[in-house]
């Protein structure tokens, strides 16, 4: 577009008004209207076709004056139409660049968000049993290409966070596998005691053995407890029980009981306790579900 230019005077160029308004007046100030004689008549018909011309001077001078003005009304007031016009173009072209930035950014953080779940599904089913949250959420990538400018800054900071992450996850999946080696190969007895694998297998590995330690010394520090108990109860003589007819056997009724155990331990301990009463019972049929919920 070429450069605006608008010039515009503010000066009235050319006037004699002021000269012309100073001999009108003084021609009015010095008429008769004392009207005795013919000639006192005579002149004063001939003043008012003099001011009648004058009026008539005057209305057509300011006439011209309001057409002069009038055009540069019309100036501004197209120019504050074109301006209006320019304004509602600019915010609606502001309004779609906007619009089409952010799906651009949220087409960044979408392909970085499948990116790295793609990769999740290549590792061990134990990883893929975790939250990953720290890895596929949508502000990491929101966050990667904050302050960007151009696609080709966005690619490039998408592309180095999903390396970063890919790696992150490597190592985890790792780790992770190796507590699963680790559970798995405890002892059978044992393996009661880690119902939590999830949760285990997320820890680090120093953690894990540490609650394994943990959990096997209560344990074993249960049984330890129940054989103690056990040989400090004297044996009692068997009593010969009445043989009872399989008529009556038969034909008793059976119902289902519940037998409740409160214990005043940390979970671990009251697994531990719980998993000790399983193998108590194990043989016995009429014992059926043994599960442990807090009070």
Known sequence: MSQLSIVISGTIEKSNFDEWKTELVEKIRSVNTELKTDDDFSAATKHVKQFKAAEKSLKAAKKSALEQAAEINQLFEAIDTVSEEARQARLKLDKQIKKRKQEIKDDFVQQGV???????????????QLSHSDYNDDDIFADAISGKASTKGMQKAITKTCESIKSSITEKAA????????????????????????????????????????????FEKGVDAKIETEQAVEPVEPKEAPVASTESDSGEDKSDYTVTIEVHATEEEADAIRTTVVEVLSDNSAVGNITLSAV
């Not at 499948?114 to 893929?128: G, L």
Request: overall charge negative; aromatic content about 6%.
């Open 175 to 218: 780790e992770v596998n190796a507590n699963a080696d680790i559970l798995d190969q405890l002892p059978q007895n044992h393996q009661a005691l880690f119902q939590d694998r999830v949760q285990l297998i997320s820890l680090d590995t120093e953690s894990l053995n540490k609650t394994i330690d943990e959990r096997v010394k209560t």
């Open 114 to 128: 499948e990116t790295i779940n793609a990769f999740i599904k290549e590792q061990s089913a134990e990883f893929q």
